[in-house]
């Protein structure tokens, strides 16, 4: 309570109360551009940034009458939750942005959203996918699926693609993502399977390396599957020690699989593996197929889920922003328009897919299934719907 009543004050001495003059509209994105994971914050960048190269490239963004050249303003979190919110706190009282896109992680994202609510700022994360993100905070909004869904969706897959009467699931219990979506998985694959399915539920911590001990229960505890509901950068190491002792049955993960960091450190060791994401370059088709071209040919490679994010997310709220008669010059009204137009956007087309925004910042949106084929590329292999 003592920091919230810190940050009001803060706030009503700091925040200016007009739009910058000057035909730009300017965004802040809260991103991981350093640090353990810099591959999705830099991916997400790179959707961002082509978004706005097209926009800007069409004569920029039109409100009312007049047309804006979009502007992004880069704050690096570094994937830390206090650089998170300096981040934060930077992007809306010193450069005066509009409206925030990111941070990605949720262990990021939930803090951040706590100062974007409290400033009044409206935040839009690509892939921060835990509930507490955006609950009781109607400035905060999300371009994914939620945890709850995700971890239904592979319970779901693991017990009908292999038959999987019992399950086993490894996760860092230490930070919110992959507790809270192993958690999730654990509720879901139990209401199906019955209690005490989920037969192994071991937890470490972020600086836990050997990881031997869980995972030798693991193996003894004659689960069908393993769900690793890890980041990217974890997943390598985890794989092979898991393999190491004695582990030959099916793996899955969730979205934060996803990553040129994958591959580059896992290589064959992950081929043939499943993990739930929002997007899938291989196979893609409609709008989809486009931006993976045109993303292919400005980066030369293919788009991830994070990339796809970054560019629905910034679209978003670019949409809403284009929806205003005109930007006030009160800058605390501009926000608070920009935040309501949000929550109305209904049959938005993104790059990752439709989605219905609501006031609870929480869209809803389909899951895809992705197999890492034998090319070691990330290939739809399902779609799951709400």
Not at 52 to 69: P, V
Not at 128 to 156: H, I, W, Y
Not at 288 to 303: G, I, M, R, S, W
Not at 335 to 357: C, H, N, P, Q, Y
């Amino acid at each position: 309570m003592r920091i919230g009543l810190l940050l009001l004050l803060l706030f009503s001495f700091i925040v200016p109360h007009h739009v910058q003059a000057g035909q730009k509209v300017t965004i802040g994105l809260n991103l991981p551009l350093t640090g353990a994971r810099q591959a999705t914050g830099v991916s997400s960048k790179e959707g961002a940034e082509l978004l706005r190269e097209q926009i800007n490239g069409a004569g920029g963004l039109k409100i009312g009458d007049s047309r804006y050249e979009v502007e992004f303003v880069y704050a690096d979190n570094e994937s830390n939750p206090q650089k998170a919110v300096a981040a934060t706190l930077e992007l809306i009282t010193k450069h005066n942005v509009l409206g925030i896109v990111g941070p990605n992680a949720s262990s990021n994202a939930i803090p951040a959203g706590n100062i974007c609510e409290s400033f009044k700022t409206p935040m839009i994360s690509p892939t921060s996918t835990n509930p507490k993100t955006t609950e009781g905070r109607p400035f905060v909004f999300r371009a994914c699926f939620l945890d709850p869904f995700q971890g239904d969706v592979m319970a779901n897959f693991a017990i009908k693609e292999f038959k999987a009467t019992k399950a086993a699931v490894l996760y860092d219990i230490a930070s919110a993502y992959p507790k809270g979506l192993a958690e999730f998985f654990k509720t879901a694959f139990e209401a199906k399977q019955g209690p005490n399915s989920v037969v192994a539920f071991e937890n470490f911590l972020s600086n836990e390396k050997d990881l031997t001990l869980h995972l030798d229960r693991i193996v003894a505890s004659g689960a069908d599957v393993l769900f690793l509901p890890q980041y990217a950068h974890e997943i390598p190491s985890i794989i092979e020690q898991a393999k190491a002792r004695g582990w030959t049955k099916p793996i899955l993960g969730g979205d934060a699989w996803e990553s040129s960091d994958l591959m580059a450190k896992c290589g064959d060791q992950c081929k043939g593996l499943f993990f739930s994401s929002h997007f899938g370059a291989v196979g893609a088709k409609g709008k989809t197929l486009t931006f993976v071209e045109q993303y292919k040919a400005k980066y030369n490679q293919l788009p991830i889920g994070y990339a796809a994010l970054g560019y629905d997310a910034a679209s978003l709220m670019l949409t809403a922003i284009g929806k205003l008669d005109g930007l006030s010059p009160n800058l605390l009204e501009t926000r608070a328009a920009i935040k309501e137009r949000i929550a109305a956007i209904k049959g938005f087309e993104g790059v990752s897919g439709t989605l219905d925004m609501n006031a609870s910042g929480d869209p809803a949106k389909s899951a895809v299934i992705i197999k890492i084929n034998d090319k070691g590329e990330f290939e739809s292999y399902k779609i799951e719907n709400p």
